[in-house]
């Protein structure tokens, strides 16, 4: 019989750390990942049988859920028509139409494979668009893995302590400034030192991957500002918070209009993609109009494109946003109200599908006061929930997803494994 611990003592034997995405080897929690067997809405079941309340959610693409009739059915639909053509389809113009609809600023897209593929070609857009070389990004934020993205980045490279990767070379990362998240002074500052210089700001509106951190009020609106008085693009990294904040990502909920976005994630319903896009004027630097090369052979896949119009359908109808968004924000409160009988400095704050919880007394404004977390007690945390059946993402630096497939039944059976895995780490 299979069980996790044989599984990866396989994969480990030709997969590096047995794994494909350095954050799925549990090293920020330590012991054995669970190999998924199979996954139907809220839950996820691995190997040795075992279900779990899944708040991985696929680190976020899952919004209605796992294997949903309608995306299943959507994708069993495209692949009897083909399953890449390499050629202009459909389906990409329909969900390019989809995304130009409900996020104001972009009248074209570019779709990839990843959403790595879509801030990296982003930040060569704003490159050659501006003609300049420096890029600047905040520390914690993470926009997936191009060479220029990797410096001081969150997620994995941070929770592995190799927030600068090796490999990236020295002449490259140079090119990278490096603010803080929430701190309007540190960029002003960056900006009065290369005043010319300064292609774009890239940043997640509302940053996930130094877990869930929340814009200070005016922060996005200064950015906009410094970006606008200094000729930078303002990108906003939406491959986590689009489609899942609200219907309308971050952007919507705080009121910046950024020059570019990027996605991933929701609008691939599960299936590898990405995308980007921005006014007209801007984007059409790219080939085959301009000359900023960009390209892909599984871009605009035609599985992909199926499942992610099939996602946004089911969350565009009436009250799936509201629905879904109140009840993650029952789970928090109820996390929050576990914190209080139990007496432990935990805290848990939400935002439409996307939370966060933390080892600490209140949610955590900035990278400084995540990293004052106590990792030891997440880590004990962790897998007293997993023990539980509870599966958040492994690591105290990551947010965890929600979906319209969780029930109030599996809100309240969470509650009372927090409740449980509290007391046993207090
Ligand atoms: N964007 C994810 C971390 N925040 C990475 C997912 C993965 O590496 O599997």
Redesign the pocket.
């Known amino acids: 019989m299979k069980t996790n611990l044989s599984e990866f003592d396989r994969a480990g034997r030709v997969l590096v750390g047995g794994v494909n ?1 350095a ?2 080897a549990f090293r920020a929690v330590g012991g054995t990942p669970r190999f998924i067997d199979r996954a139907e809405g809220a839950y996820m079941w691995d190997v040795e049988g075992r279900r779990y309340i899944d708040y991985l959610g696929s ?1 976020g693409p899952m919004i209605v859920g796992h294997s949903h009739p309608a995306v299943v059915s959507a994708v069993q639909q495209a692949a009897t028509r083909g399953l890449s053509y390499g050629a202009p389809n459909s389906m990409e113009t329909d969900l390019a139409e989809r995304i130009c609809a409900l996020f104001p600023q972009v009248e074209k897209v570019r779709f990839t494979s990843s959403g790595t593929e879509a801030a990296m070609s982003a930040i060569r857009l704003a490159r050659g668009y501006t003609k300049r070389d420096k890029i600047l990004k905040f520390e914690g934020c ?1 926009h997936g893995t191009a060479d220029s993205l990797l410096v001081k980045a969150g ?2 490279a941070l929770a592995f302590g190799t927030p600068s990767s090796a490999g990236v070379p020295a002449d490259l990362a140079r090119h990278t400034l490096v603010a803080q998240f929430n701190d309007l002074a540190s960029v002003q500052a960056l900006f009065e030192q290369h005043p010319d210089d300064i292609a774009c700001v890239m940043v997640e509106p509302i940053a996930g ?1 130094m877990n869930l951190i929340m814009p200070a009020p005016g922060f996005h609106q200064g950015l906009r500002e410094l970006c606008t008085r200094y000729g930078a693009l303002l990108i906003f990294d939406e491959v986590m918070t689009g489609f899942r904040v609200a219907l309308g990502g971050a952007q919507q909920v705080i009121g910046v209009t950024p020059d570019l976005s990027a996605f991933g994630k929701v609008i691939g319903g599960g299936m590898p993609v990405g995308a980007f896009g921005g006014p007209a004027a801007v984007m059409d630097m790219m080939a085959p109009l301009g000359p900023v090369y960009q390209a892909g052979t599984l871009s605009g896949n035609p599985i992909a494109m199926a499942a992610g119009l099939a996602t946004l359908d089911l969350i565009a109808a009436p009250g799936f946003f509201e629905t879904m968004s109140a009840r993650c924000a029952r789970l928090v409160a109820g996390m929050n109200e576990a914190a209080r009988e139990t007496g432990v400095t935990f805290c848990a704050r939400s935002e439409g599908g996307m939370a966060g919880c933390f080892m600490l007394a209140t949610p955590p404004n900035s990278f400084a006061e995540v990293q004052a977390q106590d990792v030891e007690r997440f880590k004990r945390f962790y897998h007293r929930m997993l023990d539980e059946g509870v599966y958040l993402p492994p690591s105290p630096v ?1 947010a965890f997803f929600f979906s319209g497939a969780h029930s109030d039944a599996d809100i309240d059976a969470t509650l009372a494994a927090v409740r449980r895995s509290l007391a046993a780490v207090a």
């Open positions: 995405s954050v799925r680190w993470y997620s994995g991957n990551e």
